[in-house]
């Protein structure tokens, strides 16, 4: 099956520490990015890549920090830099840019407290 | 600025019932795409359908269909026969140009509840 796997689902950890949420895709997309959502609210872009070797920040970049050095993965690391981590946070690809439809993963729910 | 209107925070409609969930958006842009996702409780966004700006036809895909208003700038999302299944927060979202090509954002969605 193809499709877009993160992990893990629950994340918890303590104020001042880095975290890395994982994100692997098995669909042979050339872009991928990074969601994050807060209660009662849409869904904000982080990071987003086109190709491997390359992303772009998005409009909420700051704290955080990624890597594209496969095309199947593109790691997210919440850093201490972000006031406040605590977050549903959505990774997603599609076949090019945004002009396709995006297939997201089920998500990870980081509460750093 | 608000780019993506979503005025209602939630919806409720009978099982078997149609419903229209509302989306107003705001661009300068000639080319454009808008998109509806549909989130249920466990998290995952699903894709539901798609509208070109230069498409002609309201675009429809089993039960959903896209009511394009392009004048209006509106792009509602009508559901046809509701089952409980259809409960779930829907988004609307709009492609637009960004650094070195183009981005998706979202409103903030309209929570339906389908009642049986």
């Known amino acids: 099956d193809g499709g877009i796997t993160q992990s893990p689902k629950y994340l918890f950890r303590k104020e001042g520490q880095n975290v890395t949420l994982s994100c692997e895709q098995n669909l042979n997309h050339d872009a991928m990015y990074w969601y994050r959502q807060d209660p009662g609210q849409g869904l904000r872009l982080i990071y987003y890549?086109?190709?491997?070797?390359?992303?772009q920040k998005g409009d909420i970049a700051e704290g955080y920090s990624v890597s594209r050095e496969k095309k199947e993965s593109f790691p997210l690391t919440v850093t201490s830099a972000q006031k406040n981590p605590t977050a549903f946070y959505l990774c997603?690809?599609?076949?090019?840019?945004?002009?396709?439809?995006?297939?997201f993963g089920p998500g990870t729910r980081l509460t750093v407290t | 600025a608000q780019k993506i209107t979503q005025t209602q925070p939630g919806m409720f409609v009978q099982e078997k019932e149609a419903v229209t969930l509302d989306c107003t958006y705001d661009t300068s842009d000639q080319s454009y795409g808008l998109f509806w996702y549909k989130q249920p409780s466990s998290g995952e966004m699903i894709f539901l359908i798609y509208q070109g700006s230069y498409d002609e036809q309201n675009a429809t895909e089993g039960r959903y269909s896209l009511n394009f208003q392009k004048a209006r700038k509106s792009a509602n999302l009508v559901i046809s026969a509701s089952q409980l299944g259809d409960s779930a927060m829907y988004f609307c979202?709009?492609?637009?140009?960004?650094?070195?090509?183009?981005?998706?954002?979202f409103g903030a969605g309209t929570r339906l509840f389908v009642k049986a």
């Open positions: 979202a709009m492609r637009e140009p960004y650094t070195g090509g183009f981005k998706t954002i």
């Open positions: 997603a690809s599609s076949i090019g840019d945004s002009t396709y439809e995006q297939y």
């Open positions: 890549s086109q190709i491997v070797n390359d992303f």
